[in-house]
Nanobody, 123 residues
Framework: EVQLQASGGGLVQLGGSLRLSCVAS????????IGWFRQAPGKEREGVSFVTSDNFTEYSDSVQGRFTISSDHATNTVYLQMNQVRPADTAVYYC?????????????????WGQGTLVTVSS
């Protein structure tokens, strides 16, 4: 079974940068999509950014132009570069995977989940 390990969270100042990593134990399927989701206290989990195995990417409106998702196929790692962070970016960030090239932004479409990493933006 695919296991995902998210890391890189921490405390960052308003306007600063942070890079999250998501390492997959394996990808036993050729076509996949990895998504970064986040959940703030009292709010629903929301999709942030997505990348497919053929390098198609998508971003939510709230992070477009500030966050960049990328993947390293050699190491089964997906990164989320977070720039110009805002207090509204404070949340637990999760990475998730689904064995499909079809882009999906809803959490229930994803089969495998990492444990989450906390990002706190201070003002």
């Amino acid at each position: 079974e695919v296991q995902l390990q998210a890391s890189g969270g921490g405390l960052v100042q308003l306007g600063g940068s942070l890079r999250l990593s998501c390492v997959a134990s394996e990808f036993p399927f050729d076509d996949w999509t990895i998504g970064w989701f986040r959940q703030a206290p009292g709010k629903e989990r929301e999709g942030v950014s997505f990348v497919t195995s053929d390098n198609f990417t998508e971003y939510s409106d709230s992070v477009q132009g500030r966050f960049t998702i990328s993947s390293d196929h050699a190491t089964n790692t997906v990164y989320l570069q977070m720039n110009q962070v805002r207090p509204a970016d404070t949340a637990v960030y999760y990475c998730a995977a689904r064995p499909s090239l079809t882009m999906a932004t809803m959490p229930h479409k994803y089969n495998y989940w990492g444990q989450g990493t906390l990002v706190t933006v201070s003002s």
